[in-house]
């Protein structure tokens, strides 16, 4: 089982050695895979439309939220408690 991110190389496929090599790489990945995760529909589609992956082996797991309220959370409005400088990762 493999995760794929995003299918932008095959996208927006420049057609140098370095993109052709990636490309040959994920290929080989993507067809030795029992089953696939997507992060979004399109990427789930793109796969499918891309390298003609049987739907019914690909899943996908959103790795964002929903940001439609579906229940009240109370909004802080002192949260300004970070530093001048931080790092986010």
Do not use: C
């Not at 927006?12 to 979004?40: C, F």
């Not at 109370?74 to 001048?84: G, K, S």
């Amino acid at each position: 089982m493999i995760t794929v991110h995003d299918l932008t190389n095959e996208r927006m496929n420049d057609g140098t050695s370095q993109t052709q090599t990636v490309l040959s790489w994920k290929k080989n990945l993507i067809e030795k895979g029992s089953h696939i995760i997507t992060v979004s529909e399109n990427t789930r589609s793109d796969l499918i439309d891309y390298y003609h992956y049987n739907p019914e082996k690909v899943t996908t797991a959103h790795l964002s939220v929903d940001f439609r309220p579906s229940f009240d959370i109370p909004v802080r409005q002192d949260i300004n408690i970070l530093p001048d400088r931080y790092l986010l990762l």
